[in-house]
């Protein structure tokens, strides 16, 4: 079933899936967002997005979340790995490119961004 364009296959939705990532994952961090990635066994990567109430009110935090999802959607990250934002408050101030940015700064410092293999 698809959800926002995202299907639920693509998303890390159990409390031991999230925790598992907390603990053994590796992490990344920018000023806005921090990156837990963990390698997973499938062929697609999975993600999950956390936004605490330090970041504001239940509408910046949905907003966060859907901007972040709509990022997601489109980036091409390599398959296997479980990865979960976690929103820094100064995202609720950033805008949708400022967000975009720092997803992909932190994807390609992980070397989470799927590249096309160029065959001559």
Known sequence: MARGGVTEGRLITKP???ALVYKKGKSWACDLLVMK???N???LSRYGISVSKRVGSAV???RIKRLLREILRIAPIRPGWDIIFIARPKAA???YAGLK???EGLLSRAHLIE???LTV
Do not use: G, I
Request: aromatic fraction near 4%.
């Open 16 to 18: 031991k899936e999230y």
């Open 37 to 39: 990635a963990l390698p």
């Open 41 to 43: 066994e499938l062929t």
């Open 60 to 62: 910046v935090r949905n």
């Open 93 to 95: 101030s950033t805008d």
């Open 101 to 103: 940015q720092a997803v």
């Open 115 to 117: 590249t096309a293999s």
